[in-house]
Each structure stands twice: as C-alpha cells, then as structure tokens.
C-alpha cells in the first residue's frame, strides 16, 4: 500500500465546475508534489512544496491553484479546466526538497477527466 | 543540460525470461543520484532503487540487479525470470543538485511479461 493517498482516485469535470485534488501523507516529510502524466508519457513537475512554501511553479497555468494546509497535505484547486487537462494528477513527497537525495514517494494518482 | 534517454519504448519477453531495460544519463553535475521507478497499471508510481554517483557498486534485491557504470553513464536495470507481474511501465530518473527540477525522467521502457 502506498504511504502517500490520493483523493478521489477518478474524477469527471465540467469546463465550467470547480473541483480539488487532495494528497495525504504521513511520513514527515517536509517536500511535497504535483505531478501531471498524460498517456504513455513520463510525468510532468507541476509544483513542489518545501516545508509548507511554494518554491517551484513550473510556469502552470492559473487555472490550476495548489495549496499546501501543513506538512501532511497537499491541495491542487482545479478551476475552468480545458480537455486537454485530462491527465493522471501524481502526488509525491520526499524527505528533502531541492537538492537533496530522498527518492520521491508517489500516491496512485488521480485519473482526471474533463469534459 | 540534465537527460535521460531509455532507448526502448516497449519490450515483449516470454515468463521466465531475464530483460534489461537500458538507461542512458547526461548530467554536468558530479553529485547526482539515480533512481528507478516501476508503474503499473494501477497508476502508482513504485520507487525500486537509488543510488548515488559515487557508488557503482551493482545491486541485486530478489530477482532485480542493477548496473551502475559511470564511464559510460549508464544504469541498467536487469530483472531475472520475469514473471507477468513485473508487467508494467519502467521509469529511470536523475535528481541533479543543481537546477529546479527535483527528478528528471526518462520516457519509459513498458515492459510485457506474456504467459
């Protein structure tokens, strides 16, 4: 079982709804991770969070929000998506953050669909 | 410049068969690790192996074996009587120290175990 959990596992979307990813750990570790992987594609870095803050935003678009509560959580606020936004979303954690040498630990995904 | 290159997009081998799945780095960093990633079709992505640039001790864990050769800048991935459960896509990874991005993926190798 993985020690990082992702809810909800599939998610079907309007253009128009608003909706959020959520991402669960408890291993203490201080980075956390958004990961976007389309089909047969390796993942895409999204954001990375460092001990609560935001220090990498891999020039997403605003229609993608995150939010990191405190070191267990992980947010991804979802507003006004396209089609081509139907992605597997990853989460993962790691025990450092840049530069460091933690392997990242990744949760089962949510499967988005938006229609 | 950070990449990594896995040669094979898909291989088919028969149950009981040994593979290796090839991975190629580029990195002008001295400090670097490696990592290999196995995703099923789950969605999960599972963390196999690390390792460090300073170690090229080859590791074997079960029927997994790993060959790390810095002259060449490779770190192959040998499974050893594979079994329709190692069925899955396999992703090699480089986190420089230096730069923004905390992994660098290759594209994959998916790997089919047939029966």
Same mark, same amino acid.
């Given at each position: 079982d993985t020690e990082v959990t992702q809810t909800p596992?599939?998610?079907?979307? &309007?253009?128009?709804?608003?909706?959020?990813?959520?991402? =669960?750990?408890?291993? &203490?570790?201080?980075a956390m991770y958004w990961y976007k992987q389309k089909a047969k594609k390796p993942p895409e870095l999204m954001f990375v969070y460092s001990y609560e803050k935001l220090s990498i935003n891999e020039s997403v678009p605003s229609r993608f929000s995150p939010e990191c509560p405190n070191s267990s959580l992980l947010n991804l606020h979802l507003h006004a998506l396209q089609p =081509?936004?139907?992605?597997?979303?990853?989460?993962?954690?790691?025990?450092?953050?840049? &530069?460091g040498n933690s392997p990242l630990?990744? &949760?089962n995904g949510t499967r988005l669909t938006v229609t | 410049a950070q990449k990594v290159t896995q040669a094979q997009t898909e291989i088919s081998v028969v149950e009981k068969e040994d593979v290796t799945l090839d991975c190629v780095y580029e990195t002008r960093d001295?400090?670097?690790? #490696? @990592?290999?990633?196995?995703?099923?079709p789950s969605g999960e992505l599972v963390f196999l192996i690390r390792r460090n640039s @300073?170690?090229?001790?080859?590791?074997?864990?079960? /029927?997994?074996?790993?060959? @790390?050769q810095k002259s060449t800048s490779s770190f192959n991935f040998t499974i050893t009587a594979s079994q +329709? +459960?190692?069925?899955?896509?396999? @992703?090699?990874? #480089? /986190?420089?120290?230096?730069?923004?991005?905390? #992994? +660098?993926f290759g594209k994959g190798t998916r790997l089919s175990?047939?029966?």
């Open positions: 596992k599939h998610l079907v979307m &309007g253009m128009t709804n608003k909706k959020s990813l959520k991402c =669960e750990q408890h291993m &203490g570790h201080r =081509e936004d139907s992605a597997l979303y990853l989460c993962a954690s790691s025990q450092d953050g840049r &530069g630990h990744f &949760g | 001295t400090t670097y690790y #490696l @990592f290999w990633y196995k995703q099923p @300073f170690d090229e001790q080859n590791e074997i864990s079960g /029927r997994y074996s790993w060959n @790390f +329709v +459960v190692d069925s899955a896509v396999y @992703f090699c990874a #480089l /986190r420089p120290l230096s730069g923004n991005t905390p #992994l +660098v175990v047939i029966a």
